[in-house]
Antibody, heavy 123, light 109 residues
Framework: QITLKESGPTLVRPTQTLTLTCTFSGFSLYTGGVGVGWIRQPPGKALEWLAIIYWDDDKRYSPSLKTRLTITKDTSQSQVVLTLTNVDPVDTATYYC???????????????WGQGTLVTVSS | QSVLTQPPSASGTPGQTVIISCSGSTSNIGSHSVDWYQHFPGTAPKLLIYKNDQRPSGVPDRFSGSKSGTSASLAIGRLRSEDEADYYCAAWDDNLSGVFGGGTKLTVL
């Protein structure tokens, strides 16, 4: 059974750095083709693709957020970390992590998702 | 504004077939496969269709996907009240990132 769970602060002050952790089980980032991505959804708005990291440490970012985002992995701990610098109230959203399976052909194929974590940016 | 364009809303009565469209460009849908998600607010999105027309195990065959050129479609047949949710298309883009549609809110009348 594959599970993913997001963790991190629920409230962040403007200009601070947001750090979120995705802890997963049931699959490994040692496996070729596997990836873990991050997606967010601001309240009342659409899903937004943020970033993905692959088993070989290849990383891709949303062009609009590339300068503020960093994605890393700790394969031995089955964790993927996303950091977003210089946050603003518009970054308030539910943040999800998702598993890209080894047989996927794209970076938007997330077969399993975490439950999401709501992050509020406010002073 | 989302890179992929979906109608904001769609509706149908039980038993009907509803089709949700997703329009993109040559840099995304025109060059890469499309995935579709079902999302009930407050829960995790669920993968409905991947690689244009493939269903994950457990997804009913009432859900089907297709792609032609720079557009894709999700068809929901034999519509049921529990299908009332938000639906999103997604695709890779040549700028080396993923993109989602703006979402379509499906109402079962």
């Amino acid at each position: 059974q594959i599970t993913l769970k997001e963790s991190g602060p629920t409230l962040v002050r403007p200009t601070q750095t947001l750090t979120l952790t995705c802890t997963f089980s049931g699959f490994s980032l040692y496996t070729g083709g596997v990836g873990v991505g991050w997606i967010r959804q601001p309240p009342g708005k659409a899903l937004e693709w943020l970033a993905i990291i692959y088993w070989d440490d290849d990383k891709r970012y949303s062009p609009s957020l590339k300068t503020r985002l960093t994605i890393t992995k700790d394969t031995s701990q089955s964790q993927v970390v996303l950091t977003l610098t210089n946050v603003d109230p518009v970054d308030t959203a539910t943040y999800y992590c998702g598993q890209r399976p080894s047989f996927a052909v794209s970076g938007t194929h997330f077969h399993n998702w975490g439950q999401g974590t709501l992050v509020t940016v406010s002073s | 504004q989302s890179v992929l364009t979906q109608p904001p809303s769609a509706s149908g009565t039980p038993g009907q077939t509803v089709i949700i469209s997703c329009s993109g460009s040559t840099s995304n849908i025109g060059s890469h496969s499309v995935d579709w998600y079902q999302h009930f607010p407050g829960t995790a999105p669920k993968l409905l269709i991947y690689k244009n027309d493939q269903r994950p195990s457990g997804v009913p065959d009432r859900f089907s996907g297709s792609k032609s050129g720079t557009s894709a479609s999700l068809a929901i047949g034999r519509l049921r009240s529990e299908d009332e949710a938000d639906y999103y298309c997604a695709a890779w883009d040549d700028n080396l990132s993923g993109v989602f549609g703006g979402g379509t809110k499906l109402t079962v009348l």
